[in-house]
């Protein structure tokens, strides 16, 4: 398997943007996102976070697969859409002990998402209820985690998976002395 390139996002929504004849302002106008951040992005001095590609594809009315490096298929043939590891929005908490790297794809993000999750020791993710109905399902991939949704707390461990609401307050921990890894899937 070959490894591939970051795709180069900068000089594509240049080439867009002057195809379309729309200046930097014309097009942080439409989009939303500043002229400094364009003119950063198109230099490939900045690394744009999923919303802001997903505000660009939308204002010059492409796909965002287009964006991101996914490559297409002819319409009789297999999809298989691949986006690069550089375009995979990460969000890193204040204290920078937790990481959450967002997998799930932006067309479907009223419905399912899904993050893997990195815990330092001492890390915490602390969250306010989510919609009603809203459910969490946690699989831990290395170490420990501790959950807590309303009044239930529970440790969970590599391998297993837990299963609650999170239209509730809810917490998830590293107690231990050691870095753990997660998968966090969140349903409607």
């Not at 594809?57 to 298929?73: H, P, V």
Request: aromatic share 4%; net charge negative; hydrophobic share 35%.
């Amino acid at each position: 398997m070959s490894q591939t390139s970051s795709p180069q996002i900068g000089p594509f929504i240049q080439q867009l943007r002057k195809r379309k004849n729309l200046t930097l302002d014309g097009l942080a106008k439409l989009s939303g996102v500043s002229r400094s951040m364009l003119s950063q992005i198109e230099r490939g001095q900045a690394n744009p976070t999923l919303a802001t590609v997903w505000s660009l594809a939308d204002s010059l009315n492409i796909d965002i697969s287009e964006l991101i490096g996914a490559r297409k298929s002819s319409a009789d043939e297999v999809r298989i859409d691949v986006s690069s590891e550089s375009f995979t929005p990460a969000i890193r908490t204040e204290d920078g002990l937790c990481i959450l790297r967002i997998l799930s794809p932006a067309d479907r993000a009223d419905t399912v998402e899904w993050y893997e999750l990195t815990f330092a020791p001492g890390g915490t993710l602390q969250s306010s209820p989510h919609a009603r109905g809203t459910r969490e399902h946690l699989t831990i991939l290395e170490g420990e985690l501790v959950v807590t949704a309303g009044s239930q707390t529970t440790v969970i461990s590599k391998g297993e998976t837990a299963r609650y609401p999170s239209d509730v307050n809810h917490v998830i921990a590293n107690e231990s002395s050691n870095p753990a890894r997660a998968l966090l899937v969140m349903t409607d």
